[in-house]
């Protein structure tokens, strides 16, 4: 079976089985069975494709009996065999994870939560492989239709469901804009195949208003400030192994289709394109950590660290773009390698801390981190796999986030010594903003995981957790495993993400295995050797647990177990570094970030008057972005709606009028 077939076997698997599981929703235990296994065993099959795709040619497949509706095209190039192969992986990982978390559901519809989560995902794999913008929307919609219903799953929680709706809003807003960017290279080509739209030969002007219109409708999904205000909402929403798909993968099919239509159809030809998405993902990146340091609920602190990294993402990629359009092939591959590499890398390890986050729900019953505490003595394996997490999200080594954020440092280096001004005053900038971004990061992670897992537990149900069923552990530890030989394999890894990097940037493939030129620095200065970086990434995993041993670390005497010393007072686990009260010294250095209230926090007891000498009344943030751009802009949008709910009138004649006024004013646009 070549690469294209085994695609549409892996999606007819996953909607089959999705099928099944929905048919035996009275039989829950088999339902979540056959909908997990089923899609595992997709996954497979996806991952095979990909593997095809990456040894073999660039694959298609083109069925003519949809001509009616344009040309239904798969194709199967190293950019969408890179998609699919990010998707499969985190995709078998989830369903394995969803066998015995779904177990969390009895009762509330097991059968339909692996039917929508199962056609979630085949919708993903054909969005990144369909070659024709109609089939395309098709796709897209079908992947923001199957996502709605499970962001908005626990329907019995108005969060939940208000969740879903502005998921729903914002997700629309962006398709129109999408869609008017197809509907103009239609009108210019006469064909909504990609091949058509590549060989159109646009004016420049035209061109720079179909990027706009497509950066902010895929930014929309992708979750850019200042369109990102749904993310920390409708991620935390769904059930934990579809909030590591929405973050870990669906987000990213937005950043699959800025580069394909902005760089690969169009040719990204303008260097201003670049410096957008740069500038962009810059403050998405800042914004995304800064909001994610305060947050106390443990899956909306993953969210927003989601808007931190799809803003990382973007650096590169705007690295990218400029790189190609000032005809610098160096920094063009170089970009986009950072990109695609922290692309997968984010949805490995993000899969992974969601899941995490999941179990800690699944025994805990919280997501609320000043609940929380103690959990690595009774999860440890839980707590183990969220600290492989946790590590490579704060790009330490020897774990992938340090290699792919590298890259993007690395992008930015090679940009400051072009000859565009620009780029040589504002290149240095960003790289510093991402060395701020990247320890606070640090900072943040090491908030989620101590306050988690580390000290006392703050809670009954904390006290009373244990470790989560084996399937569960089986797909986080597969996540672990990937973001491990995704750092210590950088050697073997750099040079496919490379050459589909190159692929993207229409340049020859250049080798990056034996060595990548560092700057600054002579080439006997700075020559970084990818094989002994993994030697001593090796090291630094091994040295440890020598030592250890070395020194008869092993046969320590008696541990003797005490409270901590609390100045007198009886210890309670409350009176130890919360969430709420970790982030305040950042807090308030932003201060211009944030709004700042005040919520009363309820004393301690038997230490009143210390509590409220010492802050029994703690400031919350509330991100600025939301209160003075996103909220206004939705605001607005209700009132428009409001005006055309006053169209549903209820007469079916009326509708069929809207119908016809609707297709003339197409046809006449289209046709002119």
């Known amino acids: 079976?070549?690469?294209?077939?085994?695609?549409?076997?892996?999606?007819?698997?996953?909607?089959?089985?999705?099928l099944l599981s929905l048919l035996l929703r009275g039989l829950e235990r088999p339902a979540r069975v056959v909908s997990g296994l089923g899609g595992a065993a997709a996954s497979v099959l996806a991952f095979l494709s990909a593997l095809a795709a990456f040894v073999g040619d660039s694959a298609s497949l083109e069925l003519t009996g949809f001509s009616a509706f344009g040309r239904f095209v798969l194709a199967m190039d190293g950019l969408s065999a890179f998609m699919v192969g990010a998707i499969s992986l985190l995709a078998f990982a989830a369903s394995i994870y969803s066998i015995g978390y779904v177990h969390e559901y009895r009762g509330r519809g097991c059968g339909e939560l692996g039917f929508f989560n199962n056609i979630f995902i085949?919708?993903?794999?054909?969005?990144?492989?369909?070659?024709?913008?109609?089939?395309?929307?098709?796709?897209?919609?079908?992947?923001?239709l199957a996502s709605y219903f499970l962001v908005i799953f626990e329907q019995e929680k108005k969060e939940s469901v208000s969740a879903g709706y502005l998921y729903f809003l914002i997700a629309h807003i962006g398709t129109a804009l999408i869609m008017l960017s197809f509907f103009i290279l239609y009108q210019q080509t006469g064909s909504f195949d990609f091949d058509s739209f590549r060989n159109a030969g646009l004016p420049l002007g035209i061109q720079s208003l179909i990027f706009l219109l497509a950066f902010f409708g895929f930014g929309a999904k992708a979750g850019i400030v200042p369109l990102h205000i749904w993310l920390p909402r409708a991620h935390p929403a769904a059930p934990s192994h579809v909030s590591a798909l929405l973050s870990g993968v669906m987000i990213k099919t937005a950043i699959y289709g800025l580069i394909r239509l902005c760089v690969d159809i169009l040719g990204a030809p303008l260097w201003w394109w670049g410096f957008v998405v740069l500038c962009f993902g810059g403050l998405s990146a800042l914004l995304g950590i800064v909001y994610a340091l305060d947050e106390r609920d443990l899956k909306r602190l993953l969210a927003y660290s989601s808007v931190e990294n799809v803003g990382i993402i973007l650096m590169g990629?705007?690295?990218?773009?400029?790189?190609?359009?000032?005809?610098?092939?160096?920094?063009?591959?170089?970009?986009?390698?950072?990109?695609?590499?922290?692309?997968?890398?984010h949805a490995m390890f993000k899969g992974l801390l969601f899941m995490?986050?999941?179990?800690?729900?699944?025994?805990?019953?919280?997501?609320?981190?000043?609940?929380?505490?103690?959990?690595?003595?009774?999860?440890?394996?839980?707590?183990?796999?969220?600290?492989?997490?946790?590590?490579?999200?704060?790009?330490?080594?020897?774990?992938?986030?340090?290699?792919?954020?590298?890259?993007?440092?690395?992008?930015?280096?090679?940009?400051?010594?072009?000859?565009?001004?620009?780029?040589?005053?504002?290149?240095?900038?960003?790289?510093?903003?991402?060395?701020?971004?990247?320890?606070?990061?640090?900072?943040?992670?090491?908030?989620?995981?101590?306050?988690?897992?580390?000290?006392?537990?703050?809670?009954?149900?904390?006290?009373?957790?244990?470790?989560?069923?084996?399937?569960?552990?089986?797909?986080?530890?597969?996540?672990a495993i990937a973001v491990t030989l995704l750092g210590l394999g950088a050697p073997w890894v750099t040079p496919f993400i490379g050459g589909v990097a190159a692929q993207v940037a229409n340049v020859p493939t250049e080798t990056l295995a034996s060595g990548i030129q560092i700057f600054p620095g002579n080439e006997a200065q700075g020559v970084l050797s990818t094989p002994i970086i993994f030697l001593l990434h090796a090291g630094l995993l091994t040295f440890p647990l020598v030592a250890v041993f070395a020194l008869g670390g092993h046969r320590a005497g008696q541990r003797v177990d005490a409270d901590p010393w609390a100045c007198g007072y009886g210890y309670q686990p409350q009176m130890g570094i919360s969430a709420t009260n970790f982030a305040q010294p950042m807090l308030a250095a932003f201060r211009p970030l944030y709004l700042l209230r005040t919520l009363a926090q309820k004393p301690l007891d038997g230490i009143a008057s210390f509590a409220k000498r010492f802050g029994a009344s703690l400031p919350a943030a509330e991100p600025v972005v939301e209160r003075t751009v996103s909220q206004p802009i939705f605001a607005f949008v209700r009132t428009v709606g409001g005006w055309v709910q006053r169209m549903q009138m209820g007469d079916l004649r009326m509708y069929c009028l809207y119908i016809f006024i609707a297709l003339a004013v197409l046809l006449i646009v289209i046709f002119k």
């Open 317 to 345: 990629v705007g690295v990218g773009m400029m790189g190609m359009s000032l005809q610098l092939p160096t920094l063009a591959v170089i970009g986009f390698l950072a990109a695609l590499y922290h692309l997968l890398n």
């Open 122 to 144: 085949a919708a993903m794999l054909m969005v990144v492989t369909v070659a024709n913008a109609f089939y395309f929307l098709i796709f897209w919609e079908l992947m923001t």
């Open 356 to 479: 995490g986050a999941g179990a800690v729900v699944y025994s805990a019953h919280t997501r609320n981190m000043n609940e929380m505490g103690g959990l690595a003595r009774a999860m440890p394996w839980t707590s183990f796999v969220f600290l492989v997490g946790a590590v490579a999200i704060s790009a330490i080594p020897p774990l992938n986030g340090f290699v792919s954020e590298w890259f993007v440092f690395q992008s930015l280096f090679i940009a400051s010594s072009t000859e565009l001004g620009v780029l040589r005053v504002f290149a240095p900038l960003f790289a510093v903003l991402l060395g701020l971004v990247g320890a606070m990061a640090a900072m943040t992670f090491v908030k989620a995981y101590g306050t988690t897992f580390t000290g006392q537990p703050r809670s009954v149900h904390a006290r009373d957790a244990v470790e989560v069923p084996g399937s569960m552990l089986a797909g986080m530890g597969a996540l």
């Open 1 to 18: 079976m070549d690469a294209i077939q085994l695609l549409i076997s892996s999606a007819l698997t996953f909607a089959a089985t999705g």
